[in-house]
Antibody
Framework: EVQLLESGGGLVQPGGSLRLSCVAS????????MNWVRQAPGKGLEWVSV????????YYADSVKGRFTISRDNSKNTLDLQMNSLRAEDTAVYYC????????????WGQGTLVTVSS | DIQMTQSPSTLSASVGDRVTITCRAS??????LAWYQQKPGKAPKLLIS???TIVSGAPSRFSGSGSGTEFTLTISSLQPDDFATYYC????????FGQGTKLEIQ
């Protein structure tokens, strides 16, 4: 059974940093691209970032480019999102999602972790 | 950037109804479109990929069609479990979601 378990969310002040993690199990983690998707309270879904299977290629939404960094450790089956210079508009539930071999839809999602940016 | 526009934003319907949700892309995305279902407080679930391929485990009353810039999700006979919010997503060039369609009980 595929499982994605996020952690690291919480309350942070504007301008602060937070690191999210996702532990994957139930599939060959090193073979798939992984993504972060977020959802602000009461709003729709926004793709944040993708990392390819090896970790060599990453892409970001314009809204987070230069502030967020996605990374993975295939030896530990973990996906991370380092978030710096956080803004109020980054407040959202952040989901870890499993992709495919390239740009593919997200067939598995974690339960999400809430990040709140507020003073 | 590719923009995705869903219509309607809200849809009221009854159990047994046939409903259709439309998704339009700002430029051609070929058939690289997915549909997701999300219930309150839960993560989205993938229903359809490549515009019309229903994923394993999704009920057969769901179907998708379209290519290029115009796509539809159809539920042939609404069941109580189908009342949720539906999102389209393009994956032709990075990823973009539509704004969502909330399917409500009439």
């Amino acid at each position: 059974e595929v499982q994605l378990l996020e952690s690291g969310g919480g309350l942070v002040q504007p301008g602060g940093s937070l690191r999210l993690s996702c532990v994957a199990s139930g599939f060959t983690f090193r073979a798939y691209a992984m993504n972060w998707v977020r959802q602000a309270p009461g709003k729709g879904l926004e793709w944040v970032s993708v990392i390819n299977f090896s970790g060599e290629t990453t892409y970001y939404a314009d809204s987070v480019k230069g502030r967020f960094t996605i990374s993975r450790d295939n030896s530990k089956n973990t996906l991370d999102l380092q978030m710096n210079s956080l803004r109020a508009e980054d407040t959202a539930v952040y989901y870890c999602t499993k992709g495919g071999g390239g740009f593919q839809p997200f067939d598995y999602w974690g339960q999400g972790t809430l990040v709140t940016v507020s003073s | 950037d590719i923009q995705m526009t869903q219509s309607p934003s809200t849809l009221s319907a009854s159990v047994g109804d046939r409903v259709t949700i439309t998704c339009r892309a700002s430029q051609t995305i070929s058939g690289w479109l997915a549909w997701y279902q999300q219930k309150p407080g839960k993560a989205p679930k993938l229903l359809i990929s490549e515009a019309s391929t229903i994923v394993s485990g999704a009920p057969s009353r769901f179907s998708g069609s379209g290519s290029g810039t115009e796509f539809t999700l159809t539920i042939s006979s609404l069941q109580p479990d189908d009342f949720a919010t539906y999102y389209c997503q393009q994956y032709h060039n990075y990823y973009t979601f539509g704004q969502g369609t909330k399917l409500e009980i009439q």
